[in-house]
């Protein structure tokens, strides 16, 4: 007898538990219309016979795969290298797994990728999405608009009422009715570089992230904002573009070095870009932080507690982001029993900003 076929079917739950197949199918999928002493005979008998329900026949029922995408616009060497993404997921995935929704996750890399995961998400095979890391080119966000798929996203979209984008249109994928969660990356910012000038630092330089990012691009502004108060400290040479990787961090600290050899802080748009930082200040024989004050941003423990020294750095809470994406997205969910009237009245709109906070260790 094949393993399959020892399974016990919902026929044999229906005769344990005294009632007819459709009652089981109810308690099964979380339909109404069953008595509770009923339904308590019902959960016993799956219980005691182990009954599994068959997902496939359950989605022809319920309309729902308890199964959301969790699509990330970089290419697998850059996940599994950041910690950053780890964190989230870890997030997303506590959050899902605590509602009984199982994680897919998509990753892309190239535009043949972008279209396969548009085909994936409109072919019903989850019942929504969470997508994270976009750049402002990237056409995910028109394509999962066109496959319906009720999403939240990971970071302040570049597109919506900001001013920065003027065709906010939903068939473009600028659509401003958007949800989305994100942290306070440019009060954060503000408050790294003001420690920084508040230390008595007179050259304080930037290491960017993508600047084809938001996150990268508000963190900027932050800095910006803090070194147009400062009379004289302004200095366009002090800002450097980055990637937001240990990689980028080393050769835009060489290129300052080269600019501004003066300089006397940094702040780093992430902690990985403070560590690339860090290595070119002790190889070229500058003290952290008598000679140059460090500062990052994310207080990724694996790296902010293991430079040397321990990394100055704006915490932003990443673990709680991705549960709290996963939240609004069940939230939205949850307002319709099949998957059109879910992607009919998606997540309210709206972004949800959590606060930061400046973790002060011994690199500034």
Known sequence: ??????????????????????????????????REPVAERVRQAVAELGYVPNQAA????????????????????????????????????????????????????????????????????VDGALVFSLH?????????????????????????????????????????????????????????????????????????????????????????????EVPGASDPRLVVESDFTPGGGERAMRELLGRCPDVDAVFAANDLTALGALRVLRASGRRVPEDVAVIGFDDMLP??????????????????MGRLMARLLLRGLAGGRDRTAAAEQPPAAGGVILPTTLIRRASA
């Open 1 to 34: 007898m094949t393993e399959a076929a020892s399974r016990p079917t919902l026929e044999a739950v229906a005769a344990r538990a005294g009632v007819s197949r459709a009652t089981v199918s109810r308690v099964v999928n979380g339909g109404d219309g069953v």
């Open 58 to 125: 359950r989605s022809l029922v319920t309309r729902r795969h308890d199964a959301v995408a969790v699509v990330i616009a970089e290419p697998e060497t850059r996940v599994f290298a950041d910690p950053f993404f780890a964190l989230q997921l870890r997030g997303i995935s506590k959050e899902l797994t605590a509602h009984d929704n199982q994680l897919v996750l998509l990753l892309t890399e190239g535009r043949d990728d972008h279209a396969r995961v548009a085909r994936y998400l409109a072919g019903g095979h």
């Open 136 to 228: 402002l080119d990237d056409p995910l966000p028109g394509l999962i608009h066109d496959a319906g798929v009720p999403t939240v996203f990971g970071g302040r979209p570049g597109w919506g009422d900001d001013g920065r984008t003027a065709d906010a249109t939903p068939s473009s994928g600028h659509d401003p009715g958007v949800v989305y969660v994100d942290c306070d990356n440019r009060g954060g910012a503000r408050a790294a570089v003001r420690h920084l000038v508040d230390l008595g630092r007179t050259r304080v330089a930037h290491l960017t992230g993508a600047l084809d990012q938001t996150s990268a691009v508000d963190r900027l502004d932050g800095y910006r904002d803090v070194m147009a």
């Open 303 to 320: 790296v902010a507690m293991e430079t040397d020294p321990p990394l100055t750095t704006v915490r932003q809470d990443i673990e709680e």
